[in-house]
């Protein structure tokens, strides 16, 4: 799944956040741990690696770069391995860049939308507040494990399950599964993680 088609995936899932999460204690207790840390953090930089797994190839496809968000709506997803590709979301100014070509895209489009509300609704805990998910969210030792299966057809056409791990300590988001129909997975992990390093526009221009 490319890069385009993935956030368009992502665009999905944002537009399904709706009210219903059936909160007990450890669900409350994660929910406000991650409202907590929304305002202690208000910026983050980290690398990211990403590792797909098709069942139609033998080996795994793998890419890696830098990941920045700064509060409240900026940021960049900055691929360097195998090929160069960044989009960056600075309040109306946005664009992408495919290797060396650059193209600036409005304010309303899908990529936009669909990668921005996904990263903060994750990192602000509204993503879990949907109706359209079973989300079960479990304390581990160091680490919250939540899984969320999508109930609306819609949803499950495009993937079975996401998967993702947050650490008990700071609440940074450490790992995301999508687990897609046929077998097909896509796992991203975050590390390296600075907070409150970006005091300007400079990682966003």
């Known amino acids: 799944m490319r890069n385009s088609s993935f956030i368009l995936t992502l665009l999905i899932v944002s537009m399904s956040t709706n009210k219903g999460l059936a909160q007990n204690t450890i669900d409350r207790e994660f929910i406000s741990a991650i409202k907590e840390a929304k305002t202690r953090i208000q910026s983050i930089s980290c690398q990211f690696e990403q590792t797909v797994v098709m069942s ?54 899908a990529q936009l939308v669909g990668f921005r509300r996904f990263i ?35 949803l499950s056409k495009r993937f079975d399950k996401i998967q993702l791990t947050f650490d008990q300590k700071e609440m940074l988001l450490q790992q995301m599964t999508f687990f897609e129909p046929g077998g097909d997975q ?9 907070i409150n390093t970006l005091t300007d526009d400079t990682n966003f221009q």
């Open 56 to 109: 139609v190839l033998s080996d795994k496809q793998k890419s890696s770069g830098n990941f920045y968000f700064r509060s409240p709506a900026q940021l960049k997803w900055e691929q360097l391995i195998p090929d160069n590709y960044t989009l960056v979301i600075n309040g109306d100014q946005s664009y992408k860049m495919d290797g060396v070509e650059k193209k600036n895209l409005p304010a309303g489009a």
């Open 120 to 154: 903060i609704g994750t990192l602000d805990g509204s993503i879990f507040d949907s109706n359209h998910f079973d989300t079960d969210i479990a304390k581990a030792e160091l680490n919250w494990e939540i899984s969320m299966l999508p109930v609306k057809k819609v």
């Open 186 to 194: 896509r796992i991203i992990r975050f590390e390296n993680h600075k």
